[in-house]
């Protein structure tokens, strides 16, 4: 059974980075046809898809957040982590870590999410 867990802090100021790791068991991010992938909910709102590493190590990001997000990847700890810079209160959110498989086409296992508030 493959599981993933976020962690970080729930709180960051302006301005400053975001990160967040997410440690995968149960199966290797470098598994072929896997895409692992950060999408957040802010409150009221719609889940928002931010980005992606792929098995391949390769990376994708949401256009509109790309010049702030990088996700990269330890594949000794088979973990992935998102950082995104320059926060404002605007990337408050509900931050999940899931797995995109492309055999199925569909995300088919979640972390749990973890809240992130951007406060001073």
């Known amino acids: 059974q493959v599981q993933l867990q976020e962690s970080g802090p729930g709180q960051v100021k302006p301005s400053q980075t975001l990160s967040l790791t997410c440690t995968v068991s149960?199966?290797?991010?470098?598994?072929?046809?896997?895409?692992w992938t950060w999408i957040r909910q802010p409150p009221g709102k719609g889940l928002e898809w931010i980005g992606y590493?792929?098995?391949?190590?390769?990376?994708y990001y949401r256009p509109a957040l790309k010049s702030r997000t990088s996700i990269s990847r330890d594949t000794s700890k088979n973990q992935f982590t998102l950082e995104l810079t320059s926060v404002t209160p605007e990337d408050t959110a509900v931050y999940y870590c899931?797995?995109?498989?492309?055999?199925?086409?569909?995300?088919?296992?979640w972390g749990q999410g973890t809240q992130v508030t951007v406060s001073s």
């Open positions: 149960g199966g290797s991010i470098t598994t072929y046809s896997y895409y």
């Open positions: 899931a797995r995109w498989s492309s055999d199925y086409n569909s995300y088919n296992y």
């Open positions: 590493i792929a098995y391949s190590g390769n990376t």
